[in-house]
């Protein structure tokens, strides 16, 4: 992700900033369906994580589940960012919607790290699991999707699901642990039951290599997403950590360093798309993770949106990268909506 930070960054993050500023709340309720606010769903240190849910009404069975993660360079945004495609899908898909917050670096007083924000991933999936039958949701039928770092997330809860410990994430100890568990479990029997699995995956533009954006400065105040997000340049791991000394590190929370061979364990279908003009997480990038996935023998399509930029499934408009949601989002979420359906009944 982030191929040049030097060049890129600055036209696009202000016109994330600008997007995430202005059109957050520019979705439409939708009088069709039901939508929930702000519901808690763990205490991560000082920041309270939260789900909107968005369901059908009236559905006289359960529904799938589709879980969003939001993007924003790990650094900005909330799941607010992402209510016009979680009701879409929603509405157009019959799913029933879990729109998830993380926490994002600056969290914790600048402290919140990398394996931090994957644990919240996998976490919110427990939680999503655990609780959506309330809301009409089927736990049986569960995919994940998320744009931009949120197609990174959702790319870890496939890829650590089954490497989950009670102890802390480190150097010593490349696992982690969920940052909401249900009781009565430990992270090594949801991983020995294989109870993070989902019946399918779509990557909107992902971030797939962590380990190459911190080579290229991804952890420098030239990534102007610190600036963006009030918070000081500093390691993803902290101060103690970089990418030279700790490599694997960040290796283990990169998509593209993590893919299994299908002999050893089959991923579910994942469904990875992106705009041809997306200079941020660039055509080959993506297309590079959906081949590696394929040279594992994992099912996985690709598909290139002609003309299209980055971060076209947020809310709104955004002038500096030329989306619009209603222009350029419904052919996407379209085709998401038919791969999740023909993925949830079997036939993919």
Known sequence: MFQSLKIRFPVLLFGLLFLSAC??????????????????????????LT????????????????????GGGWL??????????????????????????????????????????VEDALGGLLWVKENIARYGGDPARVAVTGDSAGGHLSAMVLLAARNLSSEDFSPANLAFKPSYIPSGKT??????????RVQAAVLSYGAFDIFNAAQNGFESPQNIFWKMGNTQARGLFGKNYSVE???ELYRAVSPIHQIPAAADYRLPPVFAHVGSKD???????????VERLRAAG????????PGKNHAFLDNGCN??????????????????????????????
Not at 298 to 305: D, G, T
Not at 328 to 336: E, Q, R
């Open 23 to 48: 059109t957050a709340e520019i979705s439409q309720k939708n009088s069709a369906l039901s939508i929930q606010r702000d519901i808690p769903w763990t205490q991560a240190g000082d920041r309270q």
């Open 51 to 70: 789900a909107d849910i968005i369901a059908p009404k009236d559905a006289d069975k359960p529904l799938p589940v589709v879980v969003i993660y939001h």
């Open 76 to 117: 900005i945004n909330d799941n607010r960012i992402m209510d016009s495609t979680a009701q879409y899908l929603a509405s157009h898909g019959q799913f029933v919607v879990a729109n998830m917050n993380y926490r994002l670096l600056g969290d914790n007083g600048n402290t919140t790290t990398m394996d931090d924000i």
């Open 187 to 196: 992270p090594e029997q949801i991983a020995a039951e294989d109870g993070l």
């Open 245 to 247: 000394k700790q490599p």
């Open 279 to 289: 200079a941020t997480t660039p055509p080959a990038a993506v297309e590079d993770f």
């Open 298 to 305: 994992q099912p996985a399509e690709f598909r290139l949106y």
């Open 319 to 348: 002038e500096y990268l030329g989306t619009c949601f209603d222009r350029d989002a419904p052919d996407t979420l379209d085709d998401m909506i038919s791969f999740l359906h023909r993925s949830f009944d079997g036939t993919d």
